[in-house]
Nanobody, 127 residues
């Protein structure tokens, strides 16, 4: 059974940092792409970034580029999202997603490209 467990959210001030974790199980970690998405109340879901484990390629959304970084721990089957220089507009529930196969980095920007996702973790940035 595929399982994704996001954690690490919290309340921080503007300019602060957090490291979100996505612990995974139930699939071949090396053969999957992992995505990060977020959704704020009243707003559309937004792609934050993704990582293709097979080749290490990453993609970041324009609003987070240069501030957020995706990394992985293959031994722990865990993907991390380091979020720095946080702004109030980064406030959202953050979700991690997983999809097997290989379709190129731009395919994995989209929520609809993923078959699996976990519960989210709340990030709140105070001004």
């Amino acid at each position: 059974e595929v399982q994704l467990q996001a954690s690490g959210g919290g309340l921080v001030h503007t300019g602060g940092s957090l490291r979100l974790s996505c612990a995974t199980s139930g699939f071949d970690f090396d053969d999957y792409a992992i995505g990060w998405f977020r959704q704020a109340p009243g707003k559309q879901r937004e792609g934050v970034g993704c990582l293709i484990n097979r080749d290490g390629m990453t993609y970041y959304g324009d609003s987070v580029k240069g501030r957020f970084t995706i990394s992985r721990d293959n031994a722990e089957n865990t993907v991390y999202l380091q979020v720095n220089s946080l702004k109030p507009e980064d406030t959202a529930v953050y979700y991690c997603t997983a999809q097997g196969g290989y379709n190129g980095i731009y395919y994995y920007r989209l929520w609809g490209s993923y078959d699996y996702w976990g519960q989210g973790t709340q990030v709140t940035v105070s001004s």
